[in-house]
């Protein structure tokens, strides 16, 4: 189809092409077009076409006149009836076309166009309506960049201008005040303190704005870099503080472990901890029982003489306390453990 291989932009001679979903956006660009072009065009489209009548000199009237006694003025003017209808049929799809062949002029077209597609008075009324409530209740949201919040709400107020509906340049500039988040207070108040609102241009104002916009992005970024720089630092030295940690427990440990062998080493070397045969040990309980004038045994560590002290109870939480002692006091508690364990050994011997 021809209207899909023409692309606006590249000349000069053709009319925007018709937008159904833009309807608005659409006949404000072709009404400037038809205007720069010839403005009796636009007097055909929204008032008529030119009349075929003539002024007679005999009669001093306006008569209309046959097209073979038509002088070339008239003949002129009358070409504009069908130059404005061609200027339209220029601008529309086949579809629109097809939806206002019937029409014999210009104005009978430009009046279909607007009834199908911007509605009659009521709905016409019923637009303004919602685009004023709209207007009313816009908002600027905490995020919501000053670009973003401009388009949204300059579509409104060229929507309600495009329907013969408008509202002052000052007060569109307090409205797009009032919308601000309360983060922008100080700027708002600054700007009404130093600017004169009743003669400030909404343009005007949304360039201050995003120059304060960017100074409120650079300033957020600066906070967010150095954040970033000393949760880094202190992770950095959480870690170190844990590997030092971790080889300070290794360290222990290996400690623990040589005492340890050392302790077993001198003690063996003394025939403390040698371990006698079974029968012997009995033997020698026994004699030391006897000795003592006790038929039984008892446990070393309570006394008890229903348990040995393999079964002790005290001597499980005693264990459970060497881990203690180690964790808290180090190797010195280590010392003092071992030390008061030889002690209880050889007294229970």
Known sequence: MESEKYLEGQS???????????????KNRFETYVKSKDLDLWHVITDGDFPPIQFNPETKKDEVVSFHKQNDDLKKKLA??????????????????ERIFMCQTAKEIWDTLLITHQGNNQVKANKI??????????????????????????TIITSLKALDEGFSSKNCVRKFLRALHPKWRAKVTAIEESKNLTTLSLD?????????EEVIKKDSETIKSK???SRSIALKA??????????????EDEEYAMVVRNFKKFYKRQGLFVRQPYEKRKSFQRNK???????????????????LIGECLKQLKYQNQKAIVIFKFGISGLLHYVVTAIADRIQGW
Request: aromatic share 12%; charged share 35%.
């Open 12 to 26: 000069m001679q053709r009319p925007p092409l018709f937008e159904s979903d833009g309807f608005i956006y659409w």
């Open 80 to 97: 504009k009836n069908n130059e404005a209808k061609m200027v339209i049929y220029n601008a529309l799809p086949r579809k629109e076309y």
């Open 129 to 154: 309506d919602l685009l004023v409530q709209q207007y009313e209740q816009f908002m600027i949201p905490e995020e919501e960049s000053i670009d973003n919040a401009f388009a949204k709400f300059n």
């Open 204 to 212: 005007e104002l949304i360039g201050n704005l995003k120059v304060y």
């Open 227 to 229: 954040r970033e720089q």
């Open 238 to 251: 959480r870690n170190e503080s844990s590997d030092k940690d971790s080889s300070t427990s290794d360290s």
């Open 289 to 307: 029982d006897d000795k003592n004038g006790k038929s039984k045994r008892k446990c070393f560590k309570c006394g008890d003489p229903n348990h």
